[in-house]
Every structure is written in C-alpha cells, then in structure tokens.
C-alpha cells in the first residue's frame, strides 16, 4: 500500500517547490521557501527576538546610525530585500540575523567596538547570512528530514522497535543540523 503512495507523496513534495532566481549564482534554483515565506517566518520572530535580547537599546541615535549604516552596506547586496536593522539591549557581545533580512546588533558587541569599520563587517557578515540563504536551507533542510522520518515512520511502526528506530532518526537529524549551521558561520 505504501509504495503505492509513495510516488504521489514525492509528486506533491516537487509541486510545492517555488522556482526563484539566485543572485548570486544567476541562476533559476527550486526552493521549498520562498523569498516572501523567509519575510514572513523573519516578522514572525521579530518581536520574540527583541524580547529575548532585553527589548530594543532605547537610544534612538544609535539606532539610527546603525540602520543608517546598514542600509547603506546593504544597497551592495545581491537579494533586494528591505533589509531591517535592530540594536537590542543585552550586553552579550553578538549579532544574529532573522529569515528575510532582520539584522541585530547586541548593545554589548556596540560597547566592545573601536572604529564603525568593525561595526559595518558585523553588519556585511549577517548580511551575507541572509544572501546565501542560510535560514532558509536549513529550514529547507528541516522540511525535508521531517518528511523522510513521516516516510521511515510509517515503515518503522510496522516492526516492533518502531519507537526506538524514530528516536535515533530525531536525534540524527538535530546533529545533522548542529553541523549544517557552524558550517554556515
């Protein structure tokens, strides 16, 4: 029964693929996420990134320079997107970036700076993220495992370690994408 559905589960799987063009290649690439699903997923975790970092940094001239500054580094990146530019208040010495192009700066990493050269490489290094699509293949990649483990599963259940097998296929997969994101940075 299964090999019969098989193929019309992997017809699906290819039919929700959206075709997008890549910058940086010049070439036409099939992706499972969209440029306008990354902005979505990016809005959506927007507020719980500022609340996890100790809210927005409230001096508004910080943030202007900052934003200012990136916007000005982003007009040379290959993705056209309208690229966001936070300082969030923890004093941790980071910066991340969101799907979609929501850049953070940590108050912190602002205080441990010299010169603006080395905030602006902070900047192009979490722009670079978003070019290459960093977020998105490995939520791509996610996709993809969660579906291969449905397919195993369905197979697994029928023997009598149907449970043990899963397990380790949850656990390959979380250290699989330990390795995929520290490649990344």
Same mark, same amino acid.
């Given at each position: ?57 409230? =001096? ?8 200012? @500054?990136?916007?000005?580094? #982003?007009? +040379?990146?290959? %993705?056209? $997107? ?34 603006? =050269? ?8 979490? @722009?670079?993220?978003?070019? #290459?699509? +960093?977020?998105? %293949?490995? $939520? ?46």
């Amino acid at each position: 029964m299964m090999f019969r559905v098989l193929p019309f589960i992997v017809v699906l799987l290819l039919l929700s693929c959206a075709r997008t063009y890549d910058p940086l290649t010049g070439k036409t690439v099939y992706t499972l996420l969209p440029t306008q699903e990354e902005i979505k997923i990016g809005r959506m975790y927007l507020p719980l990134a500022v609340d996890q970092n100790d809210g927005r940094y409230p =001096d508004k001239e910080v943030q202007e320079y900052v934003q200012k @500054l990136g916007k000005k580094i #982003a007009e +040379h990146a290959p %993705r056209k $997107l309208d690229y966001r530019f936070y300082v969030v208040n923890t004093k941790q010495v980071n910066a991340f970036a969101l799907p979609g192009g929501f850049i953070f700066v940590n108050r912190g990493l602002i205080l441990a700076l010299d010169k603006e =050269d080395q905030l602006a490489g902070v900047l192009a290094h979490e @722009l670079a993220h978003v070019n #290459a699509r +960093h977020h998105a %293949r490995f $939520l791509e990649k996610m996709y993809g495992m969660n579906i291969l483990l449905s397919i195993a599963g369905i197979f697994a259940y029928q023997t009598r370690y149907g449970d043990v097998l899963m397990q380790f296929g949850k656990i390959g997969a979380q250290l699989l994408s330990l390795r995929w994101s520290r490649e990344h940075e």
